[in-house]
């Protein structure tokens, strides 16, 4: 992972392009999940989240898949 992304917190689009994904997966992804994987931040209710979860989810191999 860049330097830049090291603890920092993510958009949706932002957080789509480190795990190297469409930014629609990751939104189905999201929200299929009931809104708990990855594990988000929120800040002024806007959506954020943590690189150290995206890596968790890298990390245990969790899909994110487009459908065929």
């Not at 920092?8 to 997966?25: F, M, R, S």
């Not at 992804?29 to 800040?43: L, Q």
Request: charged share 30%; no cysteine; aromatic share 12%.
């Amino acid at each position: 992972a860049s330097d830049v992304y090291k603890r920092q917190l993510l958009t949706l689009p932002q957080a789509a392009e480190y795990l190297g994904i469409k930014d629609h997966v990751l939104h189905n992804a999201f929200y299929r999940s009931n809104k708990t994987e990855p594990d988000p931040t929120y800040i002024r209710r806007r959506l954020y989240f943590n690189t150290s979860e995206l890596d968790r989810i890298k990390n245990e191999g969790i899909a994110f898949r487009e459908k065929s």
